[in-house]
């Protein structure tokens, strides 16, 4: 599983916006990886930002 995919399932678990901080404490994945997911989902539109500084899976 990617790190993309491995952010992506972490979100969906927790059902809940998260910031890379969060994300990174629930995974054990470094910052700079989960940084670099955030930043290809975004482009993707996977995820989206309903509270500042913290994303969720998009619908």
Not at 19 to 45: H, P, T
Not at 51 to 57: G, L, Q
């Amino acid at each position: 599983m990617s790190t993309k995919e491995s952010v992506l399932e972490i979100m969906k678990k927790e059902g809940k916006p998260l910031s890379a901080g969060e994300v990174e404490k629930l995974s054990g994945l470094d910052r700079k990886e989960i940084d670099q997911a955030f930043k290809e989902l975004k482009k993707e539109n996977a995820i989206i930002s309903p509270v500042r500084c913290k994303w969720s899976p998009a619908e």
